[in-house]
């Protein structure tokens, strides 16, 4: 057995790092997983997800938690709404009578990154996880990494697995390779009892996702679980943007001015986003590895999820950070490979194939997204989707 004896350090415990530790355990691996969190309760950003048939959802199946996820997802979530800048609709799937079901090919069940980290963490063992720890660095000691963290402390691990995210901190250590700015750039917000603080739109909205465009700008809006809205605005801007225009973003006064500039040419109601004063506004320029990188596997650190191959908001990423866990989870309990190096190599090989077509896609997807036509195309895409 590959993984016997051997002490498994699961570097950040976002949807890959947290799927890896359960697959590995119903193998019976000795895994912790660090994460710099301080506990399971503090808030996660991020819009509702889809998980996907041949990935995320794969990957749920394989961790057995399907009944907990149909517990959890959130059944008409998935229905978008294809708008223009003055909220003209061209596309609605309030119109259909159904999005599809458990077991089609092309349902994507929606749920909110915090509920999808509950059930992982759940399913973990009791001192799985090792909340509060903030990882610096990692040292090879005679094949043994040391692990050390923020705070102080050394752990200790046979193999190390990087699941941290888009700033990994393990990824230094297993290639030189950086990310590279796309060009665009989301400011990404969270309106919080939005019934109430942006009432216009939280009915435009009907509990699913709006996808409006117009000019190369893009406006994202998505209807979570706990009643708040998120919303990413999308824009082609220089890559130190935020430094440079001077905005102060606690400041909405200052952000709602901005908007009124750069998106002159939308309609005043989407100003009511900016009327709540609270809103914590986030910038985020938008990074993606080359598409070609490629590194020499290491015999016991590898890299999964958006430290591995980040690239652009497409829909994807949680579900390849799952699909990650699952194909790594199965090489290192694969008897057919002999040792864990090569079990680490095939999983990069087909990791590395992935990401060069996937991030292809998403490159063109960015360029016709952000392009005068990609309302068009958007449009003419959902036409295309089956009903
Ligand atoms: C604006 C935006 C919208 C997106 N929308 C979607 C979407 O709709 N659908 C979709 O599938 N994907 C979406 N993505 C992409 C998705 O969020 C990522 O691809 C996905 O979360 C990657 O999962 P992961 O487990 O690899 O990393 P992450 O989810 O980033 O998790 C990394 C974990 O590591 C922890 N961590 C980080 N650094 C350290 C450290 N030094 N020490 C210890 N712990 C650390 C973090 O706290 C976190 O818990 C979106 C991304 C952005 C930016």
């Given at each position: 057995?590959?993984?016997?004896?051997?002490k498994?350090?699961?570097?950040?415990?976002?949807?890959?790092?947290?799927?890896l530790?359960?697959?590995?355990?119903?193998?019976?691996?000795?895994?912790?997983?660090?994460?710099?969190?301080e506990?399971?309760?503090?808030?996660?950003?991020?819009?509702?997800?889809?998980l996907?048939?041949e990935?995320?959802?794969?990957?749920?199946?394989?961790?057995?938690?399907?009944d907990a996820?149909?517990?959890?997802?959130?059944?008409?979530?998935?229905?978008?709404?294809?708008?223009?800048?003055?909220?003209?609709?061209?596309?609605?799937?309030?119109?259909k009578?159904?999005?599809?079901?458990?077991?089609?090919?092309?349902?994507?069940?929606?749920?909110?990154?915090g509920?999808?980290?509950?059930?992982?963490?759940?399913?973990?063992?009791?001192?799985?996880?090792?909340?509060?720890?903030?990882?610096?660095?990692?040292?090879?000691?005679?094949?043994?990494w040391?692990?050390?963290?923020?705070?102080?402390?050394?752990?200790?691990?046979?193999?190390?697995?990087?699941?941290?995210?888009?700033?990994?901190?393990?990824?230094?250590?297993?290639?030189?390779?950086?990310?590279?700015?796309?060009?665009?750039?989301?400011?990404v917000?969270?309106?919080?009892?939005?019934?109430?603080?942006?009432?216009?739109?939280?009915?435009?909205?009907?509990?699913?996702?709006?996808?409006?465009?117009?000019?190369?700008?893009?406006?994202?809006?998505?209807?979570?679980?706990?009643?708040?809205?998120?919303?990413?605005?999308?824009?082609?801007?220089?890559?130190?943007?935020?430094?440079?225009?001077?905005i102060?973003?606690?400041?909405?006064?200052?952000?709602?001015?901005?908007?009124?500039?750069?998106?002159?040419?939308?309609?005043?109601?989407?100003?009511?986003?900016?009327?709540?004063?609270?809103?914590?506004?986030?910038?985020?320029?938008?990074?993606?590895?080359p598409?070609?990188?490629?590194w020499e596997?290491?015999?016991?650190?590898?890299?999964?999820?958006?430290?591995?191959?980040?690239?652009?908001?497409?829909?994807?990423?949680?579900?390849?950070?799952?699909?990650?866990a699952?194909?790594?989870s199965?090489?290192?309990?694969?008897?057919?490979?002999?040792?864990?190096?090569?079990?680490?190599?095939?999983?990069?090989?087909?990791?590395?194939?992935?990401f060069?077509?996937e991030?292809?896609?998403?490159?063109?997807?960015?360029?016709?997204?952000?392009?005068?036509?990609?309302?068009?195309?958007?449009?003419?895409?959902?036409?295309?989707?089956?009903?």
């Amino acid at each position: 057995m590959l993984l016997q004896n051997k002490k498994i350090a699961i570097i950040g415990g976002g949807p890959g790092g947290l799927t890896l530790a359960r697959l590995l355990q119903l193998k019976g691996a000795d895994v912790k997983v660090y994460e710099r969190d301080e506990n399971r309760h503090v808030r996660l950003q991020g819009a509702t997800l889809d998980l996907h048939y041949e990935s995320g959802l794969k990957a749920i199946e394989a961790a057995g938690l399907m009944d907990a996820f149909k517990a959890n997802y959130r059944p008409d979530n998935d229905r978008y709404r294809v708008m223009d800048e003055n909220g003209n609709v061209f596309h609605d799937d309030h119109a259909k009578e159904s999005t599809g079901a458990f077991g089609d090919e092309f349902f994507r069940p929606q749920i909110d990154r915090g509920p999808l980290r509950d059930i992982l963490l759940d399913a973990l063992e009791p001192e799985t996880m090792v909340w509060d720890s903030h990882i610096v660095s990692v040292e090879n000691k005679n094949n043994v990494w040391e692990i050390n963290f923020k705070n102080g402390n050394v752990a200790t691990a046979d193999i190390v697995i990087g699941a941290d995210g888009a700033n990994s901190k393990i990824r230094p250590f297993v290639t030189p390779i950086k990310p590279i700015y796309s060009g665009v750039t989301y400011l990404v917000c969270n309106i919080p009892k939005s019934g109430k603080n942006a009432r216009k739109l939280h009915e435009l909205v009907k509990g699913g996702k709006i996808s409006a465009m117009a000019h190369s700008q893009t406006l994202f809006l998505s209807a979570k679980g706990d009643g708040s809205l998120d919303f990413y605005i999308g824009w082609k801007a220089a890559e130190n943007w935020a430094v440079e225009s001077g905005i102060d973003f606690k400041d909405n006064k200052q952000v709602l001015e901005w908007f009124k500039k750069e998106f002159a040419s939308w309609d005043s109601m989407w100003l009511e986003l900016f009327n709540y004063d609270e809103t914590e506004f986030v910038v985020r320029p938008l990074y993606g590895m080359p598409l070609d990188q490629y590194w020499e596997t290491n015999p016991n650190i590898t890299l999964i999820g958006d430290a591995a191959h980040l690239l652009p908001p497409n829909g994807e990423g949680v579900n390849s950070a799952m699909l990650d866990a699952l194909y790594l989870s199965e090489n290192l309990n694969n008897e057919k490979f002999t040792d864990i190096k090569e079990a680490i190599s095939d999983y990069e090989k087909q990791m590395f194939e992935r990401f060069a077509d996937e991030g292809k896609e998403t490159a063109e997807m960015m360029e016709w997204m952000y392009s005068p036509d990609g309302l068009k195309i958007m449009v003419e895409l959902f036409h295309q989707m089956p009903n």
